[in-house]
């Protein structure tokens, strides 16, 4: 691979779950991150319907593209490279992603990178903290994902040390605020409510235990146990605080979080943490993050919030960060892979 050293303009096109990214970024500097979202679509429904999302992509394509463009005052023929995320997530979603990328990259005479949308949500960090140290642990706290990775080479080299079993950590938060009767997605209403709360409820921390997997994570056990606590409490006519509930289960999120993160990192002798993901935004994540990670003399890395959740950005981050190592772009006939696996960093 040969390496480059100048800094290339990528066009970053993101559309694998319900919001329409488009991101402008050369080398490691964020131009634009424009973004459009079908989330209140969806919003009755508890949960992304993807043919709501398919088509709202399509029309928020080109406008989308558009604006990307003006915030960050360049022109089309100013790109070097377009990337686009080609995996995992919605397959009608990330078809209208690849196919509007191919067409902008056939159009421009550049190169495409079909990337994956969970590598990326690791390279965002980058835009703002610089390049990543190697190897890092990280950590990927999402909507529909939640992971300890090993990362030797962000461009080429990933490896999942553990995964849930069963929901991931932003879906445990959208569930747990069903049974709160908090707006979809739950993440941000239950950070909120938290913080007027206290953690006073001993919810379980799933798999724990000094004979379970070291790394992997469970949140459906937190997401019953806590929806049968609200259901005894009303059955006994007690009033439900929601804040404690907040903070009860958002604690027990963080704690197992953060001790398996730490512990990935002490066991690979590696000094470097970075979470990514829809739930790195969550403020009691981050802070006791920082706290364990200060500990442990360990340093750690987590994006603005608004580069946390899906966007564009972290799509061209992780595609400039291609262009740079010298990483041989995709063929003209990418596809969407709904379960692309996580050590495929590009295809
Ligand atoms: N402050 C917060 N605290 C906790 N969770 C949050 C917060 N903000 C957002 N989230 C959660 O993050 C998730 C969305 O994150 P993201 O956009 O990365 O997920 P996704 O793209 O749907 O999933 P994936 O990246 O796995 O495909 C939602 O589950 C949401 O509840
Ligand atoms: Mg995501």
């Avoid at 704690?255 to 969550?282: M, Q």
């Amino acid at each position: 691979m040969a390496e480059r050293t100048d800094q290339p303009l990528v066009l970053g096109f993101e559309t694998s779950c319900d919001e329409t990214g488009i991101g402008l970024v050369r080398g490691h500097t964020l131009l634009s991150d424009a973004l459009a979202t079908s989330m209140a679509e969806h919003e009755r429904f508890g949960g992304v319907v993807p043919e709501i999302a398919s088509r709202a992509h399509l029309e928020a394509m080109v406008p989308t593209v558009h604006r990307a463009l003006a915030d960050a005052g360049v022109a089309l023929p100013d790109v070097d490279a377009v990337a686009v995320t080609s995996g995992p997530g919605l397959t009608g979603a990330l078809l209208v992603g690849v196919a509007a990328a191919k067409a902008y990259a056939l159009a421009l005479g550049v190169p495409l990178y079909g990337v994956n949308h969970l590598a990326a949500h690791v390279a965002v960090d980058e835009l703002e903290h610089g390049r990543l140290a190697e190897p890092s642990i990280a950590m990927l706290v999402s909507g529909g994902h939640s992971s300890i990775l090993l990362v030797p080479d962000l461009s080429q080299d990933v490896v999942e040390l553990g995964r849930t079993v069963d929901d991931a950590a932003g879906e445990a938060f959208d569930k747990v605020a069903r049974v709160l009767d908090l707006p979809f997605p739950g993440g941000p209403p239950i950070d909120r409510a938290a913080q007027e709360g206290t953690a006073s409820i001993a919810f379980p921390r799933g798999l724990t235990g000094p004979r379970d997997p070291a790394y992997d994570f469970s949140f459906s056990g937190l997401k019953t146990a806590v929806a049968r606590w609200v259901e005894a409490q009303q059955r006994d006519g007690v009033h439900v605080s929601v804040p404690d509930v907040a903070a009860s289960f958002q604690e027990a999120v963080v704690d197992v979080l953060t001790a398996k993160a730490v512990r990935a990192c002490r066991d690979h002798g590696v000094d470097h943490l970075v979470i990514g993901g829809g739930v790195a935004a969550n403020s009691r994540l981050r802070a006791v993050a920082q706290e364990r990670c200060d500990a442990a003399g360990i340093v750690l890395r987590v994006p603005s919030r608004r580069l946390c959740t899906d966007n564009g950005a972290m799509v061209a981050a992780l595609g400039s960060r291609l262009v740079m190592a010298g990483v041989a772009p995709s063929e003209p006939d990418l596809g969407a892979d709904s379960s692309l696996p996580i050590d495929v960093v590009s295809r």
